[in-house]
């Protein structure tokens, strides 16, 4: 079963910028769009980017996200202790019948 | 403004059947396509499975065996089932909306999750 990967953890000081990799395959990132979403500890997740690189109301516009061929990426710029959170992305994938598929999640931390 | 929120045991013996309940205010079942998503204390997202707008169901191939998902439109509900379950299962268990644009689908409003342990 696909997953899409991305690193661990990431980490950066106040006013840094911060980038998250999400990796897949021609039958998920390759066909699809990616989103995003940012997870505070005990809380739901949050829809942060959809569509590879719009941003839903009230999404400060330090978060960006990109997406080239198999691959994506979520940028944090002016990164603030707010920010520290579980970040993942997703998008369809078109094998058997399709099915959404989640990266492996990655820990920022503002040092 | 959706709201969902969800229902059900927060704990279950190995091999029973869980049974988890979406209620949805602001917006009807009838439209959209909603799901299910789960996370294992500590661990990542997987999505479960939806039920569409005309009733149309899908799930994740490593779990389609034991899923059923069905939804009741009178009472603007949705439910999951999950057959036989291990302690694998044990997780924070969320129903989601999916909305969409030209380019594809995005769960943009989630129910704040339930906890299902199973434990013998």
């Known amino acids: 079963q696909s997953v899409l990967t991305q690193p661990p953890s990431a980490s950066g000081t106040p006013g840094q910028r911060v980038t998250i990799s999400c990796s897949g395959s021609?039958?998920?990132?390759?066909?699809?769009?990616v989103n995003w979403y940012q997870q505070l500890p005990g809380t739901a997740p949050k829809l942060l980017i959809y569509?590879?690189?719009q941003r839903p109301s009230g999404v400060p516009d330090r978060f960006s996200g990109s997406k080239s061929g198999t691959s994506a990426s979520l940028a944090i710029s002016g990164l603030q202790s707010e920010d520290e959170a579980d970040y993942y992305c997703?998008?369809?994938?078109?094998?058997?019948?399709?099915?959404?598929?989640f990266g492996t999640g990655t820990k920022v931390t503002v040092l | 403004q959706v709201q969902l929120q969800e229902s059900g045991p927060g704990l279950m013996k190995p091999s029973e059947t869980l049974s988890l309940t979406c209620t949805v205010s602001?917006?009807?079942?009838?439209?959209?396509?909603w799901s299910w998503i789960r996370q294992p204390p500590g661990k990542g997202l997987e999505w479960i499975g939806y039920?569409?707008?005309?009733?149309?169901?899908n799930s994740n191939p490593s779990l389609k065996s034991r899923v059923t998902i069905s939804g009741d439109t009178s009472k603007n509900q949705f439910s999951l089932k999950l057959r036989s379950v291990t302690a694998a299962d044990t997780a924070f268990y969320y129903c989601?909306?999916?909305?969409?644009?030209?380019?594809?689908?995005?769960?943009?409003?989630w129910g704040q999750g339930t906890l299902v342990t199973v434990s013998s």
């Open positions: 989601a909306r999916e909305d969409y644009d030209y380019s594809g689908g995005y769960f943009q409003h």
């Open positions: 602001g917006g009807s079942i009838s439209s959209s396509y």
């Open positions: 039920i569409s707008d005309t009733g149309s169901t």
């Open positions: 021609s039958s998920n990132i390759g066909s699809n769009t």
């Open positions: 569509s590879n690189n």
């Open positions: 997703t998008a369809w994938d078109d094998s058997l019948n399709g099915y959404y598929v």
